[in-house]
């Protein structure tokens, strides 16, 4: 039975599209496979979305949102003033990062694992700029306290997010001991 009322119906569309999109990528997927998906007929999608590119860009900027969440929750939302406080924020958000992909991996598969330029909008563009603009702010201020190597920013965290989405493609969960290795590899390509 299709949910009872508009909300539980949206909720359970955008859940439908992450799974769907997260298997098939956004532009391989067919409107009829995610209202089946979420049991709900297709002319159901239309009346929350004008088109399957809105909707991926509701389900983007829940994901992401929920990517943002975890990079800076705890000790990584802290201010950084010592070698000592930037270490502690970037273990913080590598740990946030693998936290994520073990307990979202349907959002991680969707947002890192496929091309979404051809259908973000311009909420979503400055989304994605907020949540990488956090890296790079605490990038430049390892940079400030002669921490972190001289280079673009941005260019580092994408390096990171790199490492990091390779990484994921491993089965999970990761024992500890795999978790620290690499932490500290990555920590040694940004300070090395």
């Given at each position: 039975?299709?949910?009872?009322?508009?909300?539980?119906?949206?909720?359970?569309?955008?859940?439908?599209?992450?799974?769907?999109?997260?298997?098939?990528?956004?532009?391989?997927t067919?409107?009829?496979?995610?209202?089946?998906?979420?049991?709900?007929?297709?002319?159901?999608?239309?009346?929350?979305?004008?088109?399957?590119?809105?909707?991926?860009?509701?389900?983007?900027?829940?994901?992401?949102?929920?990517?943002?969440?975890?990079?800076?929750?705890?000790?990584?939302a802290?201010?950084?003033?010592?070698?000592?406080?930037?270490?502690?924020?970037?273990?913080?958000?590598?740990?946030?990062?693998?936290?994520?992909?073990?307990?979202?991996?349907?959002?991680?598969a969707?947002?890192?694992?496929?091309?979404?330029?051809?259908?973000?909008?311009?909420?979503?563009?400055?989304?994605?700029?907020?949540?990488?603009?956090?890296?790079?702010?605490?990038?430049?201020?390892?940079?400030?306290?002669?921490?972190?190597?001289?280079?673009?920013?941005?260019?580092?965290?994408?390096?990171?997010?790199?490492?990091?989405?390779?990484?994921?493609?491993?089965?999970?969960?990761?024992?500890?001991?795999?978790?620290?290795?690499?932490?500290?590899?990555?920590?040694?390509?940004?300070?090395?």
């Amino acid at each position: 039975m299709p949910p009872a009322n508009p909300e539980a119906t949206r909720a359970a569309l955008l859940s439908a599209a992450l799974v769907v999109f997260a298997e098939r990528t956004v532009t391989g997927t067919a409107v009829p496979v995610i209202a089946q998906q979420a049991k709900v007929a297709t002319g159901t999608l239309y009346r929350h979305w004008p088109s399957k590119e809105a909707l991926a860009n509701a389900v983007y900027k829940e994901a992401k949102q929920l990517f943002g969440d975890y990079l800076g929750r705890g000790r990584a939302a802290r201010p950084v003033t010592s070698p000592a406080e930037l270490r502690a924020a970037f273990e913080a958000v590598w740990d946030n990062l693998l936290d994520f992909a073990e307990e979202q991996p349907a959002s991680l598969a969707f947002l890192e694992h496929q091309q979404h330029a051809t259908y973000l909008d311009t909420a979503n563009q400055r989304l994605v700029a907020e949540v990488e603009g956090f890296a790079a702010s605490l990038l430049r201020t390892g940079q400030r306290l002669g921490v972190v190597r001289a280079a673009d920013p941005l260019m580092l965290t994408n390096m990171v997010f790199g490492a990091y989405v390779g990484l994921t493609k491993q089965t999970w969960p990761r024992p500890a001991a795999l978790r620290t290795e690499a932490r500290e590899a990555v920590w040694g390509l940004l300070t090395a």
